[in-house]
Structures are given as structure tokens and as C-alpha cells.
């Protein structure tokens, strides 16, 4: 009889912390989303790499085999922690400093940009979107620097996940998984 009880107490506390569970999940996502919503409507926010993706390819397997990766990197997953990087979209301007690692295409000037992505200006073209359906938002755009034209998609996550594709005329593509926040505070003097 004592194990009867047993085995019906246990389904119905395991589905009352299921029931409790998604409630608290329910609006925190909410709050989440709505702040997302908002950074992506204003054109107000950063995105700082953790990570850089580039495209594995023999001469990355030969810098990693010689060592000169970060520690925790492989040829196509490399630590970004402790090199600074950003892209930020303020209103119609749109700017980036993101280390490239990969393979030009095609020749540039030696030391033009320290061989990472930099663009700084208004796009050539520009949309966000929501799914609705992942929850999250898909913003893409292409721009132009000196010598480069570049082609970014975004993908923005409520939890503040953020995955920046990029594809180059002059480089092979790259991916950086990161987080996406709010511009810092500009300091008043």
C-alpha cells in the first residue's frame, strides 16, 4: 500500500515543477524578446565575438599544428577572449572591428587594416526581420570600405545570443558567435 502512494505522489510533483518551470521561462522570454525587440527597432546595439568561425583550411590546420592559436582553438574555432571586437549599429551607421582569421582571395595592401574586418558608414542596403516562429531576428545588410565589400547577416536571439555571418569579394567567409547588448553609456565631461 505505502508504494502505491509513492508512485502516485512522484507524477504529480514532477508535473507541478513542469507547470512552475514554464511559467518562470514564459516571462523571462517575454521580457527578453521585448528588449530585443526594442534594440532592433531603435538601431541601438553592440555585438561583442566570443568566437571566430572561419572556413578550416590548410594553412589554418598549419598555424594551429605549430601552435599559434589561443589556447581552446582549432582551425575552425577560434577564442576571441581578450582581442577586442565589435560591430555596432547606431541608427543608419553601421561599423566593425572583427580579427579575421581565414584566407584573402584576393591581394589588398600590406597592413591597410591589420588584416581584420573594418568597415565604418551607412550600408548599401539594410532589412531586419522577425521569425517568429524561432524567435529571433535575421537582419542583413552589405557595405563597403576602402577596398572590401562585405555582406553580414545577422542572427539575433532574445537571450542575447548573437551569430554575425560574413562573406567577403576579397575573403573567404567567416562566422562569430557572440552576444548581442545594448551601445555602452556615452561618458559625459
Not at 84 to 109: C, H, T, W
Amino acid at each position: 500500500m505505502k508504494t502505491m502512494k509513492h508512485i502516485v505522489i512522484v507524477p504529480i510533483a514532477l508535473g507541478m515543477l513542469f507547470i512552475w518551470g514554464c511559467g518562470t521561462v514564459s516571462k523571462n522570454t517575454l521580457a527578453e524578446s521585448k528588449a530585443l525587440d526594442d534594440l532592433v527597432s531603435q538601431k541601438m546595439f553592440e555585438i561583442q565575438s566570443d568566437w571566430a568561425l572561419p572556413i578550416s583550411t590548410n594553412s589554418l590546420n598549419s598555424i594551429s599544428n605549430a601552435g599559434l592559436l589561443p589556447p581552446g582553438s582549432s582551425p575552425n574555432r577560434i577564442s576571441l577572449v581578450g582581442n577586442p571586437n565589435y560591430l555596432k549599429v547606431q541608427g543608419d551607421s553601421i561599423s566593425a572591428y572583427l580579427p579575421y582569421f581565414g584566407e584573402r582571395q584576393m591581394g589588398a595592401g600590406y597592413n591597410s587594416d591589420g588584416g581584420a574586418v573594418q568597415f565604418n558608414g551607412i550600408p548599401i542596403a539594410y532589412e531586419a526581420n522577425k521569425d517568429e516562429k524561432r524567435k529571433r531576428y535575421e537582419i542583413n545588410f552589405s557595405i563597403r570600405n576602402k577596398t572590401e565589400t562585405y555582406t553580414v547577416n545577422l542572427l539575433l536571439y532574445p537571450n542575447g545570443a548573437s551569430n554575425i555571418n560574413m562573406n567577403s569579394t576579397h575573403r573567404f567567409s567567416i562566422r562569430y558567435q557572440g552576444r548581442v547588448g545594448p551601445l555602452p553609456k556615452m561618458k559625459t565631461q
